[in-house]
T-cell receptor, first 112, second 108 residues
Framework: DGGITQSPKYLFRKEGQNVTLSCEQN?????MYWYRQDPGQGLRLIYY???????QKGDIAEGYSVSREKKESFPLTVTSAQKNPTAFYLC???????????FGQGTRLTVV | GIQVEQSPPDLILQEGANSTLRCNFS?????LQWFHQNPWGQLINLFY???GTKQNGRLSATTVATERYSLLYISSSQTTDSGVYFC??????????FGIGTKLQVIP
């Protein structure tokens, strides 16, 4: 099946620990994105990547890091510098500029 | 940056009723999508509609780019239509902005 796979679905971490969220796509899309959603809010862009080995900060990149070593994969690391990491994280991909974006099922991160 | 406003913020419908959701945006865009977020958080693509009108079953959408708004029509609503509907616009190179959504509840 073609699509975007995020794992894990639920993640619990202690405060002060870094954690990495996985995002894999087999749609042969060039562009990939990470969004954060807080309760009752829309989605906010964390990072995006237009092509392998290149990525750009979105609106709320502080406390997060990414890598894009393979076209299919765009992992997001939530570092201890992120002050309020508990949220729902969504990964998306698209062919490129002004094209339709498709989303994974999300990872719900809870930091205790 | 671009502002995206969705209305109404909340909507309760009796099953079988029709509704119109609106998305206003503050500047020209080169992409607009409508999504349905189900109770499990999954974002489902409804329409990719930077301009014009599209229909898919009981749903249809119209974007009037020159007047900076888009409408999503839901006819003969069903309980499975419940969830949050998001409008997302793209202006410039992959700067996608989401509205805060319309929360729809369809009751039997």
């Amino acid at each position: 099946d073609g699509g975007i796979t995020q794992s894990p679905k639920y993640l619990f971490r202690k405060e002060g620990q870094n954690v990495t969220l996985s995002c894999e796509q087999n749609l042969n899309h060039d562009a990939m994105y990470w969004y954060r959603q807080d309760p009752g809010q829309g989605l906010r862009l964390i990072y995006y990547s237009q092509i392998v080995n290149d990525f750009q900060k979105g609106d709320i990149a502080e406390g997060y890091s990414v890598s894009r070593e393979k076209k299919e994969s765009f992992p997001l690391t939530v570092t201890s510098a992120q002050k309020n990491p508990t949220a729902f994280y969504l990964c998306a991909s698209s062919m490129g500029v002004a094209t339709e974006a498709f989303f994974g099922q999300g990872t719900r991160l809870t930091v205790v | 940056g671009i502002q995206v406003e969705q209305s109404p913020p909340d909507l309760i419908l009796q099953e079988g009723a029709n509704s119109t959701l609106r998305c206003n945006f503050s500047d020209s865009v080169n992409n607009l999508q409508w999504f349905h977020q189900n109770p499990w958080g999954q974002l489902i693509n409804l329409f990719y509609i930077p301009s014009g009108t599209k229909q898919n079953g009981r749903l249809s959408a119209t974007t009037v780019a020159t007047e900076r708004y888009s409408l999503l029509y839901i006819s003969s609503s069903q309980t499975t239509d419940s969830g949050v509907y998001f409008c997302a616009v793209e202006r410039g190179y992959q700067k996608v902005t989401f509205g805060i959504g319309t929360k729809l509840q369809v009751i039997p």
